[in-house]
């Protein structure tokens, strides 16, 4: 005899490669995305981060130029407040970038859950 499969149909052993795919597709499924509140803070996190980091660099442009001019305090007043205003419009383009995101994965969650 030979060991070719024969054409017709095996129940059990069509249950078997069923299991077996429904076991290999959980394993390959993607993993859930984190929690929400979690996601939220890293977002609040990044646009902390991003005002500090237009404050720090406006200010340490501002004491390097008094510093080689001579005019204490006033450059780094100037470049201080220009490093918030930047450190501002930031924030601002960072929040409309993730409000785009959360609008655009709206529509798709609404379809899934019907």
Request: aromatic share 6%.
């Amino acid at each position: 005899m030979t060991n070719r499969p024969s054409d017709r149909h095996d129940p059990e052993r069509l249950a078997v490669l069923e299991r077996r795919l429904a076991e290999l597709r959980k394993e390959k499924a993607p993993k859930p995305a984190a929690d929400d509140k979690f996601r939220q803070a890293d977002m609040a996190w990044r646009m902390v981060i991003e005002m500090v980091a237009g404050l720090g660099i406006g200010f340490g442009i501002g004491f390097g130029l008094d510093a080689l001019a001579g005019t204490k305090p006033w450059l780094m007043l100037v470049f201080t407040l220009l490093g918030l205003v930047a450190g501002i419009r930031v924030m601002i383009r960072s929040a409309e970038e993730m409000n785009k995101k959360a609008h655009a994965a709206a529509p798709a969650s609404d379809a899934e859950g019907k």
